[in-house]
């Protein structure tokens, strides 16, 4: 049984049989691969994009999905071993993956790490425990890391651009007023560096980084595939020659856990904006974002009206990959 939690657990070619049939998927929507599957999408955090393109996909492939959100229209669930269970939550997720398992043929799961221990949250409990205790495959819709969004990011990037081989890829993060999940940063280095760009992380300050954990990923994809793997602080340095501007706001790990004294340094950085000056230095580069976005705060209008800007593109692309996904994980139980 395959999971997808990570796009690392996945080789290129097999991510590129997603993409392609993801291309299919988008002229004859309608292939009907799901029908009498049913898929449990459990969401711990608030959604748009994501559960309106599974509940959507998982229909239009004839399938039916039935949405859970813990703790609210479904009990709280426990995910610690061996605990008492005297406070607020009702059942324990063994039984949980257990039978959730018994009833559907793929458990999808959306859990924001709590920014409260950044050990805890790298290890990704609570999708890694359905992982443990289901016995049908388990989708990531965003935890640490965000993988659909990297399929339907890569999707987008070759449909504008072609083999993305020696492409070269800015990330860059912008202000917003909250320090947010690193989960689209880490998977955006992931993605880029697995299909052979060149990868620039643009940040602030040290402060900034992302954990090593997926830096060090990205750089051996880097070197695997004869690419370079660079951070830079200096704006004009990273926007430069740019193929592909990504733009992302997270919170630094160095003040993990303690927002107040985190929106100190934070504030300092609200030029790193996405603006049209910036886009200039680029080589006509293609911009991205994974949405929602405040416009004016992390780009400006005119970046996400401009025509060289792709995030709806992508975001429309999110729904052909979760599709193409899916009927991949289930010719994989077959």
């Known amino acids: ?42 969401f711990f955090n608030p959604s748009m994009r994501t559960r309106t393109s599974f509940e959507i996909g998982i229909q239009e492939m004839g399938g039916l999905a039935v949405v859970l959100h813990p703790g609210k229209d479904a009990w709280p669930i426990e995910f610690k071993l061996n605990e008492v269970m005297d406070g607020e939550t009702e059942e324990h997720i063994i039984e949980v993956a257990k039978v959730l398992s018994s009833y559907c043929d793929l458990i999808a799961i959306r859990a924001f790490p709590k920014f409260r221990n950044l050990e805890d949250d790298l290890s990704d409990n609570v999708i890694n425990s359905f992982a443990k205790y289901a016995s049908v495959p388990v989708v990531n819709m965003e935890t640490i890391t965000h993988p659909c969004q990297e399929l339907a990011h890569i999707l987008t990037m070759q449909e504008e651009l072609g083999d993305l081989s020696g492409k070269d890829y800015l990330l860059t993060w912008t202000y917003h007023p909250k320090p947010l999940n690193t989960a689209v940063a880490n998977s955006s280095i992931l993605i880029a560096s697995k299909f052979g760009m060149n990868v620039k992380l ?33 704006i004009s340095q990273g926007y430069k020659d740019a193929d592909i501007v990504y733009a992302k706001s997270w919170g630094s790990l160095n003040y993990y856990g303690n927002p107040q004294e985190e929106k100190l340094i934070r504030d300092q950085y609200k030029h790193f904006i996405v603006d049209e000056e910036k886009m200039a230095m680029t080589n006509n580069a293609k911009f991205s974002h994974c949405l929602p976005l405040r416009r004016n705060i992390k780009a400006t209008d005119g970046v996400m009206d401009s025509d060289y800007c792709v995030a709806i593109q992508e975001a429309e692309n999110r729904m052909h990959v979760q599709k193409s996904l899916l009927t991949k994980l289930l010719k994989e139980e077959k």
Do not use: R
């Open 202 to 234: 643009l940040c602030p300050s040290k402060d900034y980084l992302l954990h090593d954990s997926y830096t060090n990923q990205a750089k051996e994809n880097c070197k695997v595939n004869g690419a370079s793997f660079e951070v830079t602080h200096d």
């Open 1 to 42: 049984m395959k999971n997808f939690i990570s796009t690392q657990d996945w080789s290129k070619s097999d991510l590129q049989d997603i993409l392609d049939y993801a291309k299919e998927l988008k002229v004859n929507k309608f292939q009907y691969n799901l029908k009498n599957k049913s898929v449990a999408l459990l």
